[in-house]
């Protein structure tokens, strides 16, 4: 079985451009997380989706990111435009309902 | 609000060796504990479990028992691997399913 794929697994940018990730989660999970992990922290949780409903967002700066998981299966995270502190790892899990969430291998982004 | 602290690496020992890694938390109610392992270059894998106060999670030689009165879950292993340097994160969730981890801590096994 086929884990939570993300892509690109690496990205540079140069700050105020605009970056999106992508995300496909493991067949049959109904719920898909986004959580950023700074250096040498843990991860936080940035959205939270049931199928297509974003449930908790609370955490997500909305002045540039965004994010959207149409049909309730792949999910796209976008920052635009994107600053120095953003530069982390992002990174996507997925869970059949409340269960075990499953993490996919994240997507380093650097920000010069 | 819900919060994890870990003891900070990083953790350095022999092969063989008897690990301990500590974690508290604070959290309203009665939240689940988890363990989580990421080793370099891929994600998290959760490592183990307990779900309720007394609970003890176990798996690959780790172990960690949910302690509510004081309000820990310490990870340990009789005998570590070379193969078990990683990142170790203690977690918790409570209510929903979201997840509250702690900063890690980095375990470096030297033959």
């Known amino acids: 079985e086929a884990g939570v794929v993300q892509s690109p697994r690496y990205k540079i940018i140069e700050k105020k451009q605009p970056v999106a990730f992508w995300c496909n989660p493991i067949?049959?999970?109904?719920?898909l997380y986004w959580y950023l992990q700074n250096l040498g922290q843990g991860p936080e949780l940035l959205i939270r989706y049931e199928n297509e409903e974003a449930v908790d967002d609370s955490q997500l700066p909305k002045d540039r990111f965004s994010a959207e998981r149409l049909k309730g299966v792949d999910s796209t995270l976008k920052i635009q435009p994107a600053e120095l502190g953003d530069s982390a790892v992002y990174l996507c899990?997925?869970?059949?309902?409340?269960?075990?969430?499953?993490f996919g291998p994240g997507t380093r982004l650097t920000v010069l | 609000g819900n919060s994890v602290t870990q003891m900070e690496g990083p953790v350095t020992l022999s092969e063989e060796a008897f690990l301990t890694i500590n974690c508290t938390y604070t959290?309203?109610?009665?939240?689940?504990l988890f363990w989580y392992v990421q080793y370099p270059g891929e994600g998290l894998q959760l490592l183990l479990k307990a779900t309720k106060a007394d609970d003890k999670g176990s798996n690959k030689g780790f172990e960690a028992t949910y302690r509510k009165e004081t309000t820990s879950f310490h990870l340990e292993k009789g005998s570590v691997q070379v193969s078990d340097s990683a990142v170790y994160f203690c977690a918790l969730s409570s209510g929903y399913s979201t997840l509250t981890f702690g900063k890690g801590t980095m375990l470096l096994v030297s033959p």
């Open positions: 899990a997925s869970s059949l309902d409340t269960n075990e969430q499953f």
């Open positions: 959290a309203t109610g009665y939240p689940s």
């Open positions: 067949s049959g999970h109904n719920t």
